[in-house]
């Protein structure tokens, strides 16, 4: 079946430490996006992708790294700069920008970040 | 600026009572509108979508939400929850070419036996 894989399911991180997220598709999706959640804040964009290569901050990009080096991956690294992010992160994709207007997201079911 | 509000943090109702999980958005130029449905430590499902045409739109699980464009709200309705319907819910709205979702703070529906 088609879908989003994101590992770990719960990952813990250490002061100073930068981890990466995992984040696969095999739904031959362009787009890819990289949500965080925190409770009673909804879902706020991180960093998105439209293409191989290619990826443009959202709207809390600082502390975070992403790279499209392949169509189906879109790892994203929390950093040491990134002062409170012991958060849940969502990983989306859809078939482009468009698609994603039209047909909406399909999401991964997530990683915890916990730092410890 | 784009803007989604969902009124209620919780909504606790007992099993095959009906519900509303309300949503009202603010936007200068025209929008989608989507219900995403969230369980625990899941990800988002989309529920469903109103791009154009009839205003009310309906999931295949008994969930329908009217777009009212002169109060520009999208509310979720139900006639009767079951147990398994307790989630966290959210509204999203893409303004039309900006390929961008906002989304609401989410609803926590607590299905009550």
């Known amino acids: 079946d088609g879908g989003i894989t994101q590992s770990p399911k719960y990952l813990f991180r250490k002061e100073g430490q930068n981890v990466t997220l995992s984040c696969e598709q095999n739904l031959n999706h362009d787009a890819m996006y990289w949500y965080r959640q925190d409770p009673g804040q909804g879902l706020r964009l991180i960093y998105y992708s439209q293409i191989v290569n290619d990826f443009q901050k959202g709207d809390i990009a600082e502390g975070y790294s992403v790279s499209r080096e392949k169509k189906e991956s879109f790892p994203l690294t929390v950093t040491s700069a990134q002062k409170n992010p012991t958060a849940f992160y969502l990983c989306a994709s859809s078939i482009d920008q468009t698609g994603g207007e039209f047909y909406g997201y399909t999401f991964g079911s997530g990683t915890r970040l916990t730092v410890v | 600026a784009q803007s989604v509000t969902q009124l209620d943090s919780q909504v606790p109702v007992f099993e095959e009572a009906p519900v509303e999980l309300r949503c009202n958005y603010s936007?200068?130029?025209?929008?989608?509108l989507f219900w995403y449905v969230q369980y625990p430590n899941q990800g988002l499902q989309l529920l469903l979508k109103?791009?154009?045409?009839?205003?009310l739109v309906e999931s295949i699980n008994g969930f329908e939400a009217e777009f009212n464009k002169s109060q520009t709200s999208f509310h979720l309705r139900k006639p009767s929850v079951h147990i398994s319907d307790t989630a966290e819910y959210f509204c999203a709205v893409s303004q039309r070419g900006t390929y961008k979702y906002i989304f609401g703070t989410g609803t926590r529906l607590k299905v009550l036996a």
């Open positions: 936007s200068s130029v025209s929008v989608y």
């Open positions: 109103y791009l154009s045409g009839s205003t």
